[in-house]
């Protein structure tokens, strides 16, 4: 059943004209997703109510959706010419921008046809980021797709706080609760950061220097990306954290 589902989201992906930008001929925005699978009952889903983690306002799957026994979580990579196109320093690329807004339009529309897809199977399934309970307190959400993404097998966070997958950090998050049972993908990590190098490259591309060898402050990170909304509005982003870095479109030194 995953590989049916693997290859709609393919074709999804590849056909959907909501993955291509017609004002920048036609550029296609991410290509065909990487997919996981979380069992519902898996114990570090109630790890993330601690408040070191998410917080206790992040939600189970079976809060988000009774019965539920599994959790569909993908990755969609940019494509190299959305990646390539902000190498540059300083201001986002106008890509970039468009992947970040239309792009997360693509992403929402896939996660609908995911869960359309699955109800046509006779299950049930659910969308957090689309459902009316979705909320951000203090830029920490009752759903946070890294983490469940972690949970799925997909990848690691990092000093810069993007989930590093095999197809790297440049990309989106997406993720559908549903009760399909599915064979939970393995993880193959065990640390928290296991996938980033710590080689600093990030620290130096963050235009309002939000990294340090610590981590990642949320605040100035934020501030600088409402700067941006201000010179690009409707759209804005920024990425360079998740482009010309060694983590781009790979888990680093493999
Ligand atoms: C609020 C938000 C922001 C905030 C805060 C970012 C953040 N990292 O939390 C701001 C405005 C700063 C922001 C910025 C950006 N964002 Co943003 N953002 C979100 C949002 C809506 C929620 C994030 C959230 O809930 N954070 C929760 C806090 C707690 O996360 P944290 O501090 O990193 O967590 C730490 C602890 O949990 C700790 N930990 C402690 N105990 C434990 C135990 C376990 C088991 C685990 C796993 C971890 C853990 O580990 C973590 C790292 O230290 C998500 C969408 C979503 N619904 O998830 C997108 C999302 C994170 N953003 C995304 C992107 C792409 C961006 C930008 C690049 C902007 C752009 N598009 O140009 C930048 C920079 C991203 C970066 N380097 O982090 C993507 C990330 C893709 C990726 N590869 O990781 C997401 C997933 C959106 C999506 N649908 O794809 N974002
Ligand atoms: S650039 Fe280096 S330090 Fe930064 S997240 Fe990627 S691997 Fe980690
Ligand atoms: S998105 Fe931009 S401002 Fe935010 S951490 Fe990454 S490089 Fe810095």
Redesign the pocket.
Known sequence: MLNSLEQFMAEFTRTSPLNKVAELSDLQIFDVPIVGVASADDS?FE??K?P????DHHLLPQEWLPGSTSVISY?LPFTPAVRHSNRQAGL?STE?LYG?IEG?TF?NALAQAIADWLRNQGYQALVP?LDRRFT?IN???N?????VA??AGLGT?SL????ITERG??????SVVTDLPLKPTPRYYKE?EENCTHCGACIHRCPPQAIDET??N?AI??NY?DGVLKQFSPRY???K??TAVPCEDRIPGR
């Open positions: 570090l790890q993330l601690q070191t983690a998410v917080g990755f986002p970039w970040r997360q992403n980021a951000i830029r920490r959400s759903w946070s797709e890294r983490h972690f949970i966070l810069n706080r993007s989930l950090s440049a990309g989106r998050l997406g928290i981590g990642k949320h990170c934020s990306l982003g920024c990425g954290c998740q």
